[in-house]
Structure formats: structure tokens, C-alpha cells
T-cell receptor
Framework: GENVEQHPSTLSVQEGDSAVIKCTYS??????FPWYKQELGKRPQLIID?????GEKKDQRIAVTLNKTAKHFSLHITETQPEDSAVYFC????????????????FGQGTILTVHP | DTEVTQTPKHLVMGMTNKKSLKCEQH?????MYWYKQKAKKPPELMFV???????INESVPSRFSPECPNSSLLNLHLHALQPEDSALYLC??????????????????FGPGTRLTVL
């Protein structure tokens, strides 16, 4: 099955700095890579995702890059703000593989991001 | 409506109780999921329903019994739980198969979760 490794497990930055979180995956059939942000006591919320036919995607201060050859993808947050503090999870999925009608997400272990004012 | 709702928000039960968790979505999604999440850990998949049929059971103990009565509702029936089953139980939904490919979206949307404590 798929295995997703996420690093670092904790990340502490000053407000305004950039933050980078990296994930590697094992299954070359994986084709969908979402990133979720989870604040304490809240639900995981999708912040950005990328599909295997795209190398990079950006949404305001957040960007994700994907290297299919190396099987790794990264989350980049620029101009960090205290409200970016949360746990971030990467995930990989071979969506609709084998004719299935659902996506089975495999999550990384999470990164606790702390942004200091 | 772009939300997945879950009830109750909190549940405390004894090991001999029977209780149910409820999840509802009105986004027309036809795939629904149950996850279990322990503190500071990622969500772990328990069950997947696709078109109201159980598609995945990740070797979950029989004290957890899922049910999908219609395309908008997902239940998780709990019986004879153990203290180690205490966790946040998350429901999620997504567009299945062809519909998602056509709309280029297969995002899983999570509900707020039920915080379960087993005494």
C-alpha cells in the first residue's frame, strides 16, 4: 500500500518568514496530493491540492510543488502569519484507481507549524 | 450548502452502552468516509461507502458498525467500546468516479467531528 513520509514534524518560524513542509510517497500510481490544515479542535480543511499532471500550483501565499520522478511534493507558505499556526497534513491518493468511485487518502504524520509574532 | 455536519459534537459513553454517530451532507456527494483521529496523529480511514454500498472496511473491529441509509446520511453505530476507542471521529464526503473527473474535483470534505470518550 501507499506510504507517505512528512518532514519536519515541528516547524517554528517568525511572522513574515517562509515555511516549507516536504512529503514523499511510495506508490507511483498515486495521482492526487492534497494538503490539509487542522487547527486545534477543528476539522481538517483543504488548503491546496495538486494532481499528477501538474508540477506546481499557487494560491495567494500558498504553493505546492510536485516532483513525480522523485515522488515528493512540498508545501510552501510565504509571508507567514500567526493564524497560519496549525497542524498541516499532506496526503496521497490514487483516485479512482481500478475503476473505484472514491479516493483512498494516505496521510503523512503531520507538521506542527508555529508562527511567532 | 458546502458543509458536512456531524452530531453529536461530544459523546461520553460507558463500555456497555450503545450509541450512534451521525453524519450528513447535502452536496450530492456519493462517496462517504469514516475516519478515526487520535491526538496529534493523522486521520485513519475506517470505512468507505460508495453509492451507499460499503466499499472499504479497514479491518475495523465489529464493535463499530457503519450504515449508509441514503446518499446524504452516514451513521456509525457503537457498541461495547473500549477506552482506547476514545478519539475524534471524522466523517468526510467526496464526489465519486466519473462526476468528479468531469468536474475535476475529488476533494474530500471533512465534518467537524465527534469527540468520543469511552469510560
Amino acid at each position: 500500500g501507499e506510504n507517505v513520509e512528512q518532514h519536519p514534524s515541528t516547524l517554528s518560524v517568525q511572522e513574515g518568514d517562509s515555511a516549507v513542509i516536504k512529503c514523499t510517497y511510495s506508490d507511483s500510481a498515486s495521482n492526487y496530493f492534497p494538503w490539509y490544515k487542522q487547527e486545534l479542535g477543528k476539522r481538517p480543511q483543504l488548503i491546496i491540492d495538486i494532481r499528477s499532471n501538474v508540477g506546481e500550483k499557487k494560491d495567494q501565499r500558498i504553493a505546492v510543488t510536485l516532483n513525480k520522478t522523485a515522488k515528493h511534493f512540498s508545501l510552501h507558505i510565504t509571508e507567514t502569519q500567526p493564524e497560519d499556526s496549525a497542524v498541516y497534513f499532506c496526503a496521497a491518493s490514487s483516485v479512482y484507481a481500478g475503476g473505484t468511485s472514491y479516493g483512498k487518502l494516505t496521510f503523512g504524520q503531520g507538521t506542527i507549524l508555529t508562527v511567532h509574532p | 450548502d458546502t458543509e458536512v455536519t456531524q452530531t453529536p459534537k461530544h459523546l461520553v459513553m460507558g463500555m456497555t452502552n450503545k450509541k450512534s454517530l451521525k453524519c450528513e451532507q447535502h452536496m450530492g456527494h456519493r462517496a462517504m468516509y469514516w475516519y478515526k483521529q487520535k491526538a496529534k496523529k493523522p486521520p485513519e480511514l475506517m470505512f468507505v461507502y460508495s453509492y451507499e454500498k460499503l466499499s472499504i472496511n479497514e479491518s475495523v473491529p465489529s464493535r463499530f458498525s457503519p450504515e449508509c441509509p441514503n446518499s446524504s446520511l452516514l451513521n456509525l453505530h457503537l457498541h461495547a467500546l473500549q477506552p482506547e476507542d476514545s478519539a475524534l471521529y471524522l466523517c468526510a464526503s467526496s464526489l465519486p468516479g466519473l462526476a468528479a473527473r468531469l468536474k475535476s474535483t475529488d476533494t474530500q470534505y471533512f465534518g467537524p467531528g465527534t469527540r468520543l470518550t469511552v469510560l
